[in-house]
């Protein structure tokens, strides 16, 4: 498929996140410590979900597939662009440049539905709890993250599809710290009038359908907690949607103002500087949100470190 692309451009040169030289080594150990936390912190809550049975419900089964996507999604561009902030050749291939274009969105994409997916499971647990074990079963699990995975591979292929039918000619400065589909659509030195439409199409749907769903999910949820007499019981009910709303501010938030801020002239600096906190701070955030904030979690992280502990230690 790359084969058949007419691109006079065989390599891109990433601009990163800065061009000021001071500032490439302490963001070099910046990113570097926020890539190990976001590393050891997601695979820590997969394992942790997958060892502990009481964590074996669809809350947590959701919750590990956020982690496992976060994971990957970082690992995408993280670790060329700590390259990038030592290296003075910040170059990328052209099939490199497209693989990730395409992983970077099919993982951003799936988090977003997972987000989605979450609001639900929430929505069914405090609205109708009788029936949640019935109605959030573990087919319904694994359909409904299906579900979401094939929504952000549909999207990438779409996207990447597109990518590959246009011609680079000269140009090949991406003005970004990877290979995303603003920046590249403006080298381009064909008409990129059908991958506009794409991305109005697609990128709607993909803010469109998660925003509707968790706004109305979390409308029925706020009026049910309303009607909770004790205090006690809409703190505890409120308690277990606090970490979900958390993570969804910081995503869509972040990724919000960095389309809107792409769409106004002479503001990449401060698109790049607002993907960081959805591309790097949000993986790296979302497993201390929920575990710090999640009572279960903390049990059972509590009772492996005791285990460790007894068996390594003693």
């Given amino acids: 498929m790359l084969a058949q692309n007419d691109s006079l451009v065989t390599e891109f040169i990433l601009a990163g996140l800065t061009d000021r030289p001071e500032l490439q080594r302490p963001l070099f150990a910046l990113f570097l410590v926020m890539y190990i936390i976001t590393v050891v912190g997601n695979i820590g809550l997969i394992i942790l979900i997958v060892f502990n049975s009481h964590l074996h419900t669809p809350m947590y089964y959701f919750l590990f597939n956020l982690s496992f996507i976060d994971l990957w999604y970082s690992t995408v561009f993280t670790p060329k662009m700590l390259v990038n902030f030592v290296s003075k050749h910040n170059v990328v291939s052209y099939a490199g440049c497209m693989a990730q274009l395409f992983f970077f969105l099919f993982f951003v994409v799936s988090e977003c539905y997972m987000l989605t997916s979450m609001a639900y499971d929430r929505y069914v647990a405090i609205c109708n709890p009788l029936l949640y074990k019935v109605v959030m079963s573990p087919q319904v ?14 999207s990438a292929t779409a996207h990447t599809g597109c ?5 680079f000619c000269s140009a090949n400065v991406v003005n970004h710290y990877f290979c995303d589909i603003l920046p590249l659509l403006q080298l381009s030195c064909t008409s990129t ?14 803010i469109t359908v ?3 769903t968790i706004l109305i999910s979390y409308v029925f949820i706020i009026r ?5 007499k004790s205090t006690q019981g809409r703190s505890k009910a409120f308690s277990t949607c606090s970490s979900h709303i958390a993570a969804i501010s910081l995503f869509f938030g972040s990724a919000a103002f960095m389309y809107l801020k792409y769409s106004s ?3 990449n600096e401060q698109g790049k500087v607002a993907s960081v906190f959805y591309t790097n701070v949000g993986p790296m955030l979302n497993p201390l949100i929920y575990s710090l904030r999640n009572k279960d979690v903390k049990v059972a992280l509590e009772k492996a470190l005791n285990q460790i502990q007894r068996k390594y230690l003693l």
């Fill in 193 to 206: 009038y059908v991958n506009d439409i794409v991305v109005l199409i697609v990128v709607g749907i993909n």
């Fill in 141 to 154: 699990c694994f359909f409904i993250s299906l579900a979401a995975y094939a929504m952000g591979f549909a």
């Fill in 210 to 212: 998660p925003s509707v």
């Fill in 265 to 267: 002239p002479g503001s």
């Fill in 224 to 228: 049910n907690i309303l009607h909770i």
């Fill in 163 to 167: 990518m590959l039918r246009l011609t």
